[in-house]
């Protein structure tokens, strides 16, 4: 059995519709397993932070 690696990732993303699907698609294709998603405002109203949290 081997060791899976925990990682924390924080992204700043374009304020759109579709942006986080095409995201969690990346992550799909590649194997890996979302554990956490949070999205949050910014100051500026067509920037959101994307912090995810997975493990693979």
Do not use: C, P
């Amino acid at each position: 059995m081997t060791k899976e690696n925990k990682h924390t990732i924080s992204i700043l993303v374009e304020n759109k519709t579709g942006v986080l699907q095409r995201i969690a698609g990346l992550f799909t294709r590649r194997d890996f397993n979302i554990d956490n998603i949070t999205v949050g405002k910014t100051a500026d109203s067509n920037i959101s932070r994307i912090t995810i949290t997975t493990y693979g």
